[in-house]
């Protein structure tokens, strides 16, 4: 009966967690190869809608799952939402306490912002953090959520390592007018005709020639239905994104859990200006990896957290 009463606890919290987003629930990803156990404990935090006010006056929606430490952040990516992590937040809470974040504009947050950036989207992270207990935190941030994992730290102190997720691949990557051009092309065109040119930004983009056709369309009719001019903004933001002044301030690990989807990763370009980096490759994924392979994802994500934890403890050791 106890086991019983504590999965009806966790498929309620997820099914909030569904019913704040952008349309009745997630985009379905392909069938995982294995389900998610059920949570061991009852959690200390059930999901329920949670608001707080970003910096600039915004009301941010979040959720909190599960109990223990660290506290791990999941920042969804570029026109996504919370519900992108849904298996990914089934998994953890059984370890750690979990916040699934919706940034201003995305999900159930206000829209009311002035000046879209990287840098505001960090803060919007920091503000639900001032809202938690203390204790150490991973960030974990999808797509253009990894460069808002970076703002964030420079701001948190208590943050000992984050993920990107299909982030940080850039970093130190030369400037080529070709790539200026094209993304210069890709904003004209989403300006003129948005919801066409996200589909057709989805389907070539970010899956692989052999991913679920299925799984791609929902992700596409999902992304069409985020306010242009919210999307627009945040993708100029983030084609314009500087790495430098907040890797130079990084004084906690970096990792990314990547795919293969634009060739195998240059981890060495990286490890020159981030030392220690590290690269975790998903061959054969497409961006949202975290979705299409939730088992194999998730054992790769708690491997990090774990790292970050035996660091921790390591560099507190006095011996």
Excluded at 51 to 56: I, K, M, Q, R
Excluded at 194 to 219: C, K, M
Aim: with cysteine; net charge negative; aromatic share 6%.
């Amino acid at each position: 009966m106890v086991a019983s009463a504590r999965c009806v606890a966790l498929a309620g919290a997820l099914l909030v967690l569904a019913g704040c987003s952008r349309q009745a629930g997630p985009p379905q990803a392909p069938p995982a190869d294995s389900a998610a156990p059920a949570a061991q404990r009852a959690p200390i935090a059930d999901g329920a809608p949670r608001t707080v006010l970003a910096p600039d006056g915004v009301h941010i929606d979040y959720r909190v799952f599960g109990t223990g430490e660290p506290l791990v952040v999941l920042i969804h990516g570029w026109s996504a939402d919370a519900n992108y992590w849904r298996a990914q937040i089934a998994d953890l809470l059984q370890s750690y306490t979990v916040v699934a974040v919706n940034l201003a504009g995305h999900g159930a947050s206000g829209r009311n912002r002035s000046h879209w950036s990287i840098e505001a989207f960090g803060g919007d992270v920091v503000a639900v953090l001032d809202t938690m207990p203390e204790g150490p935190v991973v960030l974990v941030g999808h797509g253009m959520g990894g460069a808002v994992a970076l703002e964030a730290a420079r701001r948190v102190p208590r943050v000992i390592g984050i993920v990107g997720v299909e982030a940080f691949d850039d970093i130190g990557a030369p400037s080529r007018p070709e790539a200026i051009a094209a993304a210069a092309t890709r904003i004209a065109r989403l300006r003129e005709d948005y919801i066409g040119t996200v589909r057709e930004l989805v389907s070539q983009q970010y899956f692989t020639p052999h991913g679920d056709p299925a799984f791609a369309r929902s992700i596409a009719d999902d992304f069409a239905l985020a306010p242009p001019e919210v999307a627009i903004a945040s993708l100029i933001a983030l084609d314009n994104y500087d790495y430098g002044p907040a890797l130079a301030e990084l004084r906690v690990p970096l990792v990314a859990i990547l795919s293969d989807l634009r060739g195998a990763p240059d981890v060495e370009r990286i490890r020159r200006l981030v030392a220690g980096f590290r690269g975790q490759v998903m061959p054969g994924r497409g961006h949202f990896l975290m979705m299409e392979d939730p088992p194999r994802f998730n054992a790769l994500l708690r491997k990090e957290i774990a790292g970050f934890v035996a660091e921790t403890a390591g560099a507190d050791d006095p011996r």
